[in-house]
T-cell receptor, first 113, second 114 residues
Framework: DADVTQTPRNRITKTGKRIMLECSQT?????MYWYRQDPGLGLRLIYY???????NKGEISDGYSVSRQAQAKFSLSLESAIPNQTALYFC????????????FGPGTRLTVL | AQSVTQLDSQVPVFEEAPVELRCNYS??????LFWYVQYPNQGLQLLLK??????LVKGINGFEAEFNKSQTSFHLRKPSVHISDTAEYFC????????????FGKGTKLSVKP
């Protein structure tokens, strides 16, 4: 079984709709991250969480919100989706500290029409 | 603030040829350096990382990278590539003593041709 899972894997929605992307992990890590990937731009950090009560904005948090429901679950919401939020979204987890590897989920491909 | 530059967006190469994917970083403090690989339709996975010590780091699938502090570079190399190495490769940096968030480069697409 995968250590980091994301649902849904693909989603097509319309402008103005509310969307939630979910991430679950079985690695027992405290730290969780949400990134978006756009062609030619690499990965950019949206939000990160060091534990259930510690949530922080990343580089591009505008238009997004998150919820850390438990150590193992971290959800990303788009309150009112817009077309330029069309992207590939990744969840990742890690143990504490910058020297540690991040483990990535398989990604959610979101299309906003 | 730190940044990462991957000098080539695409690298085409023939099977069994050597390859080098270039990465330069900018930081005013000491760094940890990483290379991740993304195979088609998959998430990222770690190839190798430099934390300290020996500047030549060996990773999975025959890849290696060399940390050069004076040139602020961390280039990835493989002496002989396979078709299965076709993927996108990301260089990333985090700073020692920071919260540990990664800054990613924009990626290099390696295309291995038969």
């Amino acid at each position: 079984d995968a250590d980091v899972t994301q649902t849904p894997r693909n989603r097509i929605t319309k402008t103005g709709k509310r969307i939630m992307l979910e991430c679950s992990q079985t690695k027992g890590h405290d730290r969780m991250y949400w990134y978006r990937q756009d062609p030619g731009l690499g990965l950019r950090l949206i939000y990160y969480s060091f534990d259930v009560k510690d949530i922080n904005k990343g580089e591009i948090s505008d238009g997004y919100s998150v919820s850390r429901q438990a150590q193992a679950k971290f959800s990303l919401s788009l309150e009112s989706a817009i077309p330029n939020q069309t992207a590939l979204y990744f969840c990742a987890t890690s143990e504490g500290g910058g020297r540690n590897e991040q483990f990535f989920g398989p990604g959610t491909r979101l299309t906003v029409l | 603030a730190q940044s990462v530059t991957q000098l080539d967006s695409q690298v085409p190469v023939f099977e069994e040829a050597p390859v080098e994917l270039r990465c330069n970083y900018s930081s005013s403090v000491s760094v940890y350096l990483f290379w991740y690989v993304q195979y088609p339709n998959q998430g990222l996975q770690l190839l190798l990382k430099y934390l300290s010590g020996s500047t030549l780091v060996k990773g999975i699938n025959g890849f290696e990278a060399e940390f050069n502090k004076s040139q602020t570079s961390f280039h990835l190399r493989k002496p002989s590539v396979h078709i299965s190495d076709t993927a996108e490769y990301f260089c990333a940096v985090s700073t020692v003593g920071s919260q540990g968030n990664l800054i990613f480069g924009k990626g290099t697409k390696l295309s291995v041709k038969p």
